[in-house]
């Protein structure tokens, strides 16, 4: 309360024109709650979107969003910038819900090898996954694995490098290419197994 | 024109059933609390930390050495 006093005046219109880099470093220096709740308003629907396509119901998701949010909201002070702040929540939100799905046993895969293969063409299968009506992709993404949808989901839901993968799963880049080529391979194999009458 | 996975991040966020200021609320009162906790902890944490090295000073002995009227002879 003190601090919302201390500081100036925030109007909406300044508040909007602020990057979330910036908002994060003032919300740092003086704790106030209006810097914070920007970046909620700003990311809590792409958050909580990505929590239900990993954990597959309303009520987890909604409470994975909350806990979400308070862990960053604990950790701001670590945000280095190195990477853009929504990649540095993004990697948390994924975490997060690979923890809880295998907390609850629902996901019994391993964790992925890395490899020594060098992949040279990461959009390999990319434009036949793509090309994948919204309906059938949602119901071959609840098929597959975790790692695999979130890898996936980083890819081309989020549109992040395979340097800021490589940065935020702590993998080499090598291996992040093979990890999403595995990834889309799965991926189809369930896909055509699924609609297999539509291609015989 | 979005890809088939963004437009599926989209359906997602259209389907959601409980509003987003619930789950705001909550979260703010979440900063309240640790905010409280905190500021609790600014207020009494010296005092603890001082009542702690009071008790490991060897300052009590020589108080008690000390005559208790010290212009006494």
């Known amino acids: 309360m003190i601090v919302n006093l201390l500081n100036p005046v925030i109007t909406n219109r300044s508040l909007n024109q602020m990057s979330d880099e910036e908002a994060v470093s003032l919300y740092i220096e003086s704790q106030n709650v ?5 970046l909620y308003d700003r990311y809590n ?12 119901d309303d009520d987890r998701a909604e409470d994975a969003t909350q806990e979400i949010f308070v862990k960053i909201l604990l950790s701001l002070s670590k945000f280095g910038g ?22 609850n046993n629902k996901d019994m895969t391993t964790p992925f090898e890395e490899s020594r293969m060098d992949v040279e063409d990461d959009s390999l299968f990319e434009s036949e996954i793509l090309e994948i009506s919204v309906s059938r992709l949602k119901e071959v993404l609840d098929e597959i694995n975790a790692d695999d949808k979130s890898i996936l989901m980083m890819k ?11 940065d935020v799963l702590s993998k080499s880049e090598s291996a992040i290419k093979m990890q999403i080529l595995r990834a889309k391979e799965r991926f189809l194999k369930i896909y055509h197994a699924k609609y297999e009458e539509v291609y015989s | 024109m979005d890809n088939n996975f963004k437009e599926l991040e989209k359906l997602a966020i259209q389907n959601r059933l409980r509003p987003q200021e619930e789950t705001k609320k909550k979260i703010n009162a979440n900063i309240h609390f640790f905010g409280f906790v905190s500021s609790i902890l600014d207020v009494y944490l010296p005092k603890i930390g001082s009542v702690i090295m009071s008790f490991q000073t060897p300052d009590n002995h020589t108080r008690s050495d000390k005559s208790k009227y010290p212009n006494q002879k």
């Open chain 1, 34 to 38: 209006s810097y914070f709740n920007l």
């Open chain 1, 45 to 56: 629907d792409k958050v909580y979107a990505k929590c239900i396509s990993m954990l597959k």
């Open chain 1, 82 to 103: 190195k990477s853009k702040f929504s990649t540095w929540m993004y990697s948390i939100t994924y975490n997060f819900c690979i923890d809880s799905i295998r907390k």
């Open chain 1, 156 to 166: 081309y839901q989020d549109d992040m490098s395979i340097r800021d993968m490589s």
